[in-house]
């Protein structure tokens, strides 16, 4: 029902910026709740961020005030944008859609993943 493509990622200095994006298409993107995971290799995947339909926040502690999760609904896209970037946070970022909100429990539809690395 939700096809997700990010982009974005890439090679950065610590102390760096990226802005991640994810466009959705094949269903209402406006009711869906959406969400950044991220998995290092050897790691459990990590919920980093959602934003829900109406616009719910929630961050994962070790970003917070670092990290701003976005959507415009006019585009079907949201974004993450990741200010202030260490070597902890090099991982492949996930986009996630679900119906109804979650802070425990991801939704089916997985986009295919994209590179953030942090490196000096």
């Known amino acids: 029902q939700v096809q997700l493509v990010e982009s974005g990622g890439g090679l950065v200095q610590p102390g760096g910026s990226l802005r991640l994006s994810c466009a959705a298409s094949?269903?209402?993107?406006?009711?869906?709740?959406m969400g950044w995971y991220r998995q290092a290799p050897g790691k459990q995947r990590e919920l980093v961020a959602i934003?829900?339909?109406?616009?719910?926040?929630y961050y994962v502690e070790s970003v917070k005030g670092r990290f701003t999760i976005s959507r415009d609904n006019a585009k079907n896209t949201v974004y993450l944008q990741m200010n202030s970037l260490n070597p902890e946070d090099t991982a492949v970022y996930y986009c996630?859609?679900?119906?109804?909100?979650?802070?425990?429990?991801?939704?089916?539809?997985w986009g295919q993943g994209t590179q953030v690395t942090v490196s000096s």
């Open positions: 996630n859609a679900r119906f109804g909100y979650s802070r425990t429990t991801p939704g089916p539809y």
């Open positions: 094949g269903s209402i993107f406006s009711d869906y709740t």
């Open positions: 934003i829900g339909s109406g616009g719910s926040l």
